[in-house]
């Protein structure tokens, strides 16, 4: 009986600590990348303002997992992921991405600033998460899955614009 007692303190004085040291993590976190690229405001705005041009550069949309893929001028949808472009303000782009299987809806946001021909485009995710200790200690890998294709994303977004400007 002593054993059961002790296994069960033990287990509760376990998850009261790992509780606790999850509320260090943050319940909101961003995932950022950005890049400078040499073309006029225009033509960075064209491409990524109207969603059906993803598909010449965006990894995370233009994914081959993805079957059933739409694309319009406002929202990207599969089978998996459904992306809607939302009301704009100036040299911003918002964007929620809604995953089909848990309906998780992300903000994220295109962000564009610069002057001539040298803008700087910031990608983001914003992530809220909930009180779960499993959770926040999940989110900690979330920058490792999200920021190469952001980063490879930009980087053919770069491509493609410094090309054909």
């Known amino acids: 009986m002593r054993i059961v007692k002790l296994a069960i303190i033990s287990a509760v004085v376990l998850f009261l600590v790992t509780y606790l040291f999850s509320l260090i993590i943050p319940s909101q976190i961003r995932i950022s990348r950005a890049m400078n690229i040499s073309v006029p405001n225009d033509s960075l705005r064209a491409?990524?303002?109207?969603?059906?041009?993803?598909?010449q550069w965006n990894?995370?949309?233009?994914?081959?997992?993805?079957?059933?893929?739409q694309y319009t001028q406002s929202e990207f949808s599969s089978d998996q992921l459904k992306v809607t472009s939302l009301p704009s303000t100036g040299d911003?782009?918002?964007?929620?991405?809604?995953?089909?299987?848990?309906?998780?809806?992300?903000?994220?946001?295109?962000?564009?600033?610069g002057t001539g021909d040298q803008l700087v485009i910031q990608w983001y995710f914003d992530i809220k998460l909930h009180?779960?200790?499993w959770e926040k200690?999940?989110?900690?890998v979330f920058?490792?899955?999200m920021g190469p294709p952001m980063e490879k994303s930009l980087g053919n977004l770069k491509?493609?614009?410094?090309k054909n400007p």
């Open 47 to 55: 491409l990524v303002t109207d969603l059906r041009q993803w598909k």
């Open 59 to 69: 990894e995370l949309t233009n994914n081959p997992d993805l079957t059933n893929q």
């Open 92 to 113: 911003t782009l918002f964007t929620a991405w809604r995953q089909q299987k848990n309906a998780q809806v992300l903000a994220s946001g295109f962000t564009w600033e």
């Open 131 to 133: 009180w779960y200790p």
């Open 137 to 140: 200690f999940g989110s900690i």
């Open 143 to 145: 920058d490792k899955q």
């Open 159 to 162: 491509k493609l614009l410094e």
